[in-house]
Structure formats: structure tokens, C-alpha cells
């Protein structure tokens, strides 16, 4: 069966500028969670959705990262006023309701902010 | 806090010498620990977890709450395990399903 898919795979922006990612996961994975990637580090926890709802938002860096899952299945993690700081690799998992620790990772949007 | 260490970032070997991949980690509780594999070109995928206990690939990981380590370990190393390696842990109740990577190593296996 099909993987997590995300777009787009690459997105080269401006400082300032806004941006989206789009996350799609396994079907019948009810947990999402955002990663963010930084050269030569391990991912780094964004936020966790079980469901629809934000169970643990805790790893955004500031009020401009917002991610939403209207629907219980595909996300969109937003970036108002883009930092060359933001410039990573933003990596979504998905996990099925009885393995939470394994979780299936998407390709990767890797963002650049000039 | 929570944190996970990876102290080689390149851990270089021959084919067919034993691999050990270190991960230590700082937990207070009863921590489930993880090996994460990214081959070239490819998406970060579970390697092996400590609850199974099992070997994946040849590689197996015993967790050791004395020395808090969970350490990766393949007797005779393939080409083909050239990767990077992450070392992740997840808090293992109420719900908290966030997984805490170490910085990673990456292992290359030379003919």
C-alpha cells in the first residue's frame, strides 16, 4: 500500500514570506506528527496529532509555526514570515493506534529561506 | 529532560568486523527505546525496538537500564548497512507518543 506521501518535496521561499506543507498519511493512521530536520542533527518533535486534535504541540519553536488536520487525515504545517533559521528538512510520520512507537516517515519537504 | 546521545557521528568499519552503534539516553521513568535506519535515497524507517527483543538484519540492541544504553550490535558488518543510524526514545505512558532522536551516526562499511 501506498506510503506517507508529502509535498512538495522541495520549496525554496523568501525571509518573510509564508509557506505550507502538506502531509499525507497511511490510511487508518489516527497519530501524525511533524518532525523538523537540521543538518546534521536527528529529527526534532514539531507536533502530535491524534486525530483531528493537537495532543502535544510542545515542540513548535514560536507562534509562527501552526499545523492543522481538519479532517483526521491530511495535515498542513504553516510557516508565517519564514527565517532563514527555518531552513530544514520538515519530515510527517504516521503510526496506527497499537504501535505508537512505530512510526512511518514521509519523504521529507526540504525548505530553504533565502 | 529527555535526551538521547549518540557520541560517534561516523563510525567507519571493514566488511565483515563487529559494529557497535552507541546510544545512551537520560530518562527518569521506564523510557521504550528505538533504532531508526535511513539507507541512501531513502525514508527514515524502523530498524528494531527493545521490546520485541529481536534480531533485525543481524543487528540486535539489549537495553540497559544500569548504564542507561541502548546500544546497536552486528557481529559481521555488510556493504549494505552503510546508513544513518538513529537512536530514538518514547515515553512509554499516558499517551505521550513523541519520539526524542539522537543526533545520529552514520556507519560505512568498506569492501
Known amino acids: 500500500g501506498a506510503g506517507v506521501s508529502q509535498t512538495p518535496s522541495n520549496k525554496v521561499t523568501e525571509k518573510g514570506k509564508y509557506v505550507e506543507l502538506r502531509c499525507d498519511p497511511i490510511?487508518?493512521?489516527?497519530?501524525l506528527y511533524w518532525y523538523r530536520q537540521s543538518l546534521g542533527q536527528g529529527p526534532e518533535f514539531l507536533i502530535y496529532f491524534q486525530g483531528t486534535g493537537a495532543a502535544d504541540d510542545s515542540g513548535l519553536p514560536n507562534d509562527r509555526f501552526f499545523a492543522v488536520r481538519p479532517e483526521g487525515s491530511v495535515s498542513t504545517l504553516k510557516i508565517q514570515r519564514t527565517e532563514r533559521g527555518d531552513s530544514a528538512v520538515y519530515l510527517c510520520?504516521?503510526?496506527?493506534?497499537?504501535?505508537?512507537?512505530?512510526?512511518?516517515f514521509g519523504p521529507g519537504t526540504r525548505l530553504t529561506v533565502l | 529532560a529527555q535526551r538521547v546521545t549518540q557520541p560517534e557521528k561516523l563510525l567507519s568499519v571493514f566488511k565483515g568486523a563487529p559494529v557497535e552503534l552507541k546510544c545512551n539516553y537520560s530518562?527518569?521513568?521506564?523510557?521504550?527505546l528505538f533504532w531508526y535506519v535511513q539507507y541512501s535515497r531513502q525514508r527514515l524507517q524502523l530498524l528494531l525496538r527493545?521490546?520485541s527483543r529481536e534480531s533485525i538484519k543481524g543487528f540486535t540492541a539489549d537495553l540497559n537500564k544500569g548504564e542507561t544504553s541502548f546500544h546497536l550490535k552486528k557481529p559481521f558488518a555488510q556493504e549494505e548497512d552503510s546508513a544513518m543510524y538513529y537512536c530514538?526514545?518514547?515515553?512509554?505512558?499516558?499517551?505521550?507518543?513523541?519520539?526524542?532522536f539522537g543526533a545520529g551516526t552514520r556507519l560505512a562499511v568498506h569492501p
Open positions: 530518562y527518569s521513568g521506564s523510557p521504550e
Open positions: 527493545h521490546i
Open positions: 510520520a504516521s503510526s496506527s493506534p497499537g504501535s505508537p512507537g512505530e512510526q512511518f
Open positions: 530514538a526514545l518514547r515515553k512509554f505512558s499516558g499517551g505521550y507518543n513523541k519520539l526524542i
Open positions: 490510511s487508518g493512521h489516527t497519530a
